[in-house]
C-alpha cells in the first residue's frame, strides 16, 4: 500500500535551516508527482510546493519562493524539503502528499522559535 512517511521536523530558531524528508513506497515513485503541504496551528492546511517526476518542473506557494526548496531522489523513493531563514509564522505541521489518489503522511511538526 502507499505510505509516505516524514522526518526531520523540530524545534529551530528564527533565521534557522531545516530539511524535511519524505520516504515513499507502495507506489511508482519516480513517475509521480509529489508535494509538501504544511497545516498552521488552527488553520488550513496549504500547499508548500511541488515536484515533478523528473524534477523539471517545480511549484512553490508564493509567498515561499526563495527560502524553500523542493527536490527528489528517485533512486531512494525520497522527496525533501529545504528550508531557510525560517520565521515563527512557518510553525506548522508539514505533509507529504502523492496528489494522484490524494494520498498523504501522517506529518512531522516544524516549531520555530523568536
Known amino acids: 500500500q502507499v505510505q509516505l512517511v516524514e522526518s526531520g521536523g523540530g524545534l529551530v530558531q528564527a533565521g534557522g535551516s531545516l530539511t524535511l524528508s519524505c520516504a515513499a513506497s507502495g507506489f511508482p515513485f519516480r513517475s509521480s508527482s509529489m508535494s509538501w503541504y504544511r497545516q498552521p496551528p488552527g488553520k488550513q492546511r496549504d500547499l508548500v510546493a511541488t515536484?515533478?517526476?523528473?524534477?523539471?518542473?517545480?511549484n512553490y506557494a508564493n509567498s515561499l519562493k526563495g527560502r524553500f526548496t523542493i527536490s527528489r531522489d528517485n533512486s531512494r523513493n525520497t522527496v525533501t524539503l529545504q528550508m531557510r531563514n525560517l520565521q515563527p509564522e512557518d510553525t506548522a505541521v508539514y505533509f507529504c502528499h502523492r496528489p494522484t489518489g490524494s494520498y498523504w503522511g501522517q506529518g512531522t511538526q516544524v516549531t520555530v522559535s523568536s
Open positions: 515536484i515533478s517526476p523528473l524534477s523539471d518542473r517545480t
